[in-house]
């Protein structure tokens, strides 16, 4: 008999006051999907940059766009790429009922770690992809400073 008396524990039956419970269910249930369903995003020029002891390569995928339509601005160490994407004009009388591809104008820039040396600057664009070859600007480097 002994066994089933039990020491009362005030605390232990005190339930957890939670309000906003039943709101974490709600938000996380609560789709904003169709809400926003007619808003599109601009795609992001996507790139990779690597680094050698003399320059920067860059190679940065803008598909669908004409050469003569990116520009490409090196200003110190500072690189900038942009790309326009025009709106091909067909005359068909049929009705778009979806569309999925982006025109207008896209831009990124970054900051590179060493200046560039805009007039040794080449770049390619193929397939998609401009290439870039950034030489380092000789003269300045940088130097690490010793804390005392």
Known sequence: MAKNLTRFDPFNDIARFEPFHAMEDWLRD???R????????????RMDVEESDKAYTVKAEIPGV????????VDG?????SAELKREQDDKSGKTVRSERYYGAQRR????????????????????????VLPKLEGKSSKQVAIN
């Open 34 to 45: 169709p809400a926003l369903g007619d808003w599109t995003v601009e795609p992001r020029i």
């Open 30 to 32: 609560f789709n904003l």
């Open 77 to 81: 160490n500072v690189v900038s790429i």
């Open 109 to 132: 820039s970054f900051t590179l770690q060493h200046d560039i040396d805009a007039a040794k600057v080449e770049a390619r664009y193929a397939e998609g992809i401009l290439s870039l």
């Open 66 to 73: 004409k050469k003569e339509d990116i520009q490409v601005e």
